[in-house]
């Protein structure tokens, strides 16, 4: 079993940044892809980002590509989401994700029945 908690969210005004981090432990932690994905309310989960654990790879959704940036940090199982120029469409719980079946470069797994864990989420709101 993996355990994920995000932490890092808040209300931040238009224009401004936030860091995300996602935390990840247990047993069978060893992932080939994680994943950031967000939920507004009344909307269905929607893909943010994904980042290959061995290389670093990383792949984005078109419409956010240049304001957020996926990293990670694998001697301490983090990963995190650098969110800048936030707009109030932005606003949404951010969940982590994990996926421990074999990844293929060139498929950013973009839907959620791509990954195996999630964190409990946090919520993200960008004031206008």
């Known amino acids: 079993q993996v355990q994920l908690v995000e932490s890092g969210g808040g209300l931040v005004q238009a224009g401004g940044s936030l860091r995300l981090s996602c935390a990840a432990s247990?047993?069978?932690?060893?992932?080939?892809?994680m994943g950031w994905f967000r939920q507004a309310p009344g909307k269905e989960r929607e893909f943010v980002a994904s980042?290959?654990?061995?290389?670093?790879?990383?792949y984005y959704a078109d419409s956010l590509k240049g304001r957020f940036t996926i990293s990670r940090d694998n001697a301490k199982n983090m990963v995190y989401l650098q969110m800048n120029s936030l707009k109030p469409e932005d606003t949404a719980v951010y969940y982590c994700?994990?996926?421990?079946?074999?990844?293929?470069?060139?498929?950013?797994?973009?839907?959620?029945?791509?990954?195996?864990?999630w964190g409990q989420g946090t919520q993200v709101t960008v004031s206008s």
């Open positions: 994700a994990t996926r421990g079946r074999p990844s293929y470069t060139g498929n950013a797994y973009s839907r959620v029945n791509d990954y195996d864990d």
């Open positions: 247990g047993r069978t932690f060893s992932p080939y892809r």
């Open positions: 980042i290959t654990w061995s290389n670093g790879k990383t």
